[in-house]
């Protein structure tokens, strides 16, 4: 299956848009604000929020379309100051890593198309558009689900498997199954186009 990844902007907003209404609001109503200052909102001006935040550039995400050009997933990216919310804050906040450049918060893939590669496809994405926008260290906080049965649903942060495959190294434990990842993304220079293909294996 071919997929194309683009950026999150105004000029995709709509095929944004149309895949977190397909997928009732994504858990009920988030719209992808969990991790922003907003997160307490609730309702539907989140919608409006989201919205807002995309066409000004207070959002970031590698979204990932189908050969037929529909959205089926996204990776949320960017800086501390933009996503503010962390996964287990509290035992994150007890010895702190290095502030980092850019956050990698949350993953979302439609439900009809999961196991098709979307996620590892999103992750590719967001880090090439980290790499365009200058690089630096990137932060994650994701769980391990090697050896354990996880349920789709609570790995909205993706694996910590799937953070090693792209060369992210563990920190610290802050949950039951979960862990800081980090790594170094190099700067390279921005392409034209804004998006880039993968196909799936």
Same mark, same amino acid.
Request: with cysteine; hydrophobic share 40%; net charge positive.
């Given at each position: 299956?071919?997929?194309?990844?683009?950026?999150?902007?105004?000029?995709?907003?709509?095929?944004?848009?149309?895949?977190?209404?397909?997928?009732?609001?994504?858990?009920?109503?988030?719209?992808?604000?969990?991790?922003?200052?907003?997160?307490?909102?609730?309702?539907?001006?989140?919608?409006?929020? &989201?919205?807002?935040?995309?066409?000004?550039?207070? %959002?970031?995400? +590698?979204?990932? /379309? @189908?050969?037929?050009?529909? *959205?089926? #997933?996204?990776?949320?990216?960017?800086?501390?100051?933009?996503?503010?919310?962390?996964?287990?804050?509290?035992?994150?906040?007890?010895?702190?890593?290095?502030?980092?450049?850019?956050?990698?918060?949350?993953?979302?893939?439609?439900? &009809?198309?999961?196991?098709?590669?979307?996620?590892? %496809?999103?992750? +590719?994405?967001? /880090? @090439?558009?980290?790499?365009? *926008?200058? #690089?630096?260290?990137?932060?994650?906080?994701?769980?391990?689900?090697?050896?354990r049965d996880a349920p789709?649903?609570?790995?909205?942060?993706?694996?910590?498997?799937?953070?090693?495959?792209?060369?992210?190294?563990?920190?610290?434990?802050?949950?039951?199954?979960?862990?800081?990842?980090?790594?170094?993304?190099?700067?390279?220079?921005?392409?034209?186009?804004?998006?880039? #293909?993968?196909?799936?294996a």
């Amino acid at each position: 299956m071919a997929h194309t990844v683009r950026p999150l902007e105004a000029s995709t907003w709509a095929a944004f848009a149309e895949l977190v209404e397909r997928n009732n609001g994504v858990f009920g109503g988030c719209w992808c604000l969990g991790f922003h200052p907003e997160r307490a909102r609730r309702g539907p001006v989140r919608r409006t929020i &989201k919205e807002d935040r995309v066409r000004t550039g207070g %959002a970031h995400a +590698a979204l990932v /379309l @189908d050969e037929d050009g529909v *959205a089926q #997933g996204w990776c949320q990216y960017g800086s501390p100051g933009e996503l503010p919310g962390i996964k287990h804050r509290r035992a994150y906040e007890k010895d702190a890593p290095p502030r980092p450049d850019w956050r990698i918060t949350c993953f979302f893939v439609d439900k &009809k198309h999961r196991g098709h590669g979307i996620a590892r %496809a999103a992750l +590719a994405g967001a /880090l @090439d558009l980290i790499a365009r *926008a200058g #690089g630096g260290l990137v932060e994650a906080v994701s769980e391990v689900t090697a050896g354990r049965d996880a349920p789709a649903r609570f790995l909205f942060t993706a694996t910590v498997e799937l953070f090693e495959e792209f060369g992210f190294a563990r920190g610290r434990q802050v949950g039951g199954h979960a862990w800081i990842m980090s790594r170094v993304v190099g700067p390279r220079p921005p392409e034209d186009g804004g998006e880039r #293909g993968f196909e799936q294996a």
